[in-house]
């Protein structure tokens, strides 16, 4: 699965953005498999933020970030998004979305990486 990540950019606390994460590839490896987002701020280990299974569509998201975002994926796009709301400094980070056909919220698990895709809070 190739992955390609979106939609990043700089925005005030409190604001909003959309990042999004367009799949390639065979159509019937997407029914098994999590797609997720982890961020990674400088000096950090890359973090879970939310993920989703393709075909079910269950979502699972950190602590940090439940309530504030939403993973949803588009089936016909084959697109992942995660829409960010009320935004805070400390989510500045670099984000990636990601695949995997065994996990759900451990980075090792997940096979598949986007490029990363820069977003900043500013306060």
């Known amino acids: 699965v190739q992955l390609q990540a979106s939609g990043g950019g700089l925005v005030q606390a409190g604001g909003s953005l959309r990042l999004s994460c367009a799949a390639s590839?065979?159509?019937?490896?997407?029914?098994?498999?999590?797609m997720g987002w982890f961020r990674q701020a400088p000096g950090m280990e890359r973090e879970f933020v939310a993920s989703?299974?393709?075909?079910?569509?269950?979502?699972y998201y950190a602590d940090s970030v439940r309530g504030r975002f939403t993973i949803s994926r588009d089936k016909a796009m084959n697109t992942v998004y995660l829409q960010m709301d009320s935004l805070k400094p400390e989510d500045t980070a670099v984000y990636f979305c990601?695949?995997?056909?065994?996990?759900?919220?451990?980075?090792?698990?997940?096979?598949?990486w986007g490029q990363g895709t820069q977003v900043t809070v500013s306060s």
């Open positions: 590839g065979p159509g019937r490896i997407f029914s098994s498999k999590v």
């Open positions: 989703i299974r393709w075909g079910a569509g269950t979502t």
């Open positions: 990601a695949a995997s056909s065994r996990g759900i919220t451990t980075p090792r698990m997940f096979e598949d």
